[in-house]
Nanobody, 128 residues
Framework: QVQLVESGGGLVQAGGSLRLSCAAS????????MGWFRQTPGKEREFVAA????????RYADSVKGRFTISRDNAKNTVYLQMNSLKPEDTAVYYC?????????????????????WGQGTQVTVSS
């Protein structure tokens, strides 16, 4: 079992920045690739970013590429999402998730079904 707890969400003006954190406990954090997803009411959970177990490979949704950066610190059992140049359409509940594979293989990491463990989510609201 892995427990994930997100923090760092809040209200920010368009163009601003936020950094989300996701602290993990339980099984060895470095055994998992990690991802961030987001969801708005009435829509499916959407892939945002992913990182492999040793931070050598990262992947991003086109909508956030160049603005968001995913990183991890295995010594602190934490994954981060730095969000810059935020837009109102980035408003959502953001979730971190643990993928039981070490590497970002194929397209598995793009789907919520590729992840076994989820945090409770943190709200990000971007005002125009």
């Amino acid at each position: 079992q892995v427990q994930l707890v997100e923090s760092g969400g809040g209200l920010v003006q368009a163009g601003g920045s936020l950094r989300l954190s996701c602290a993990a406990s339980g099984r060895t954090f470095s055994s998992f690739a990690m991802g961030w997803f987001r969801q708005t009411p009435g829509k499916e959970r959407e892939f945002v970013a992913a990182i492999d177990w040793r931070s050598t490979v990262t992947r991003y949704a086109d909508s956030v590429k160049g603005r968001f950066t995913i990183s991890r610190d295995n010594a602190k059992n934490t994954v981060y999402l730095q969000m810059n140049s935020l837009k109102p359409e980035d408003t959502a509940v953001y979730y971190c998730a643990a993928n039981p594979r070490l590497f970002l293989i194929g397209s598995d990491y793009l789907s919520p079904h590729g992840y076994d463990y989820w945090g409770q989510g943190t709200q990000v609201t971007v005002s125009s």
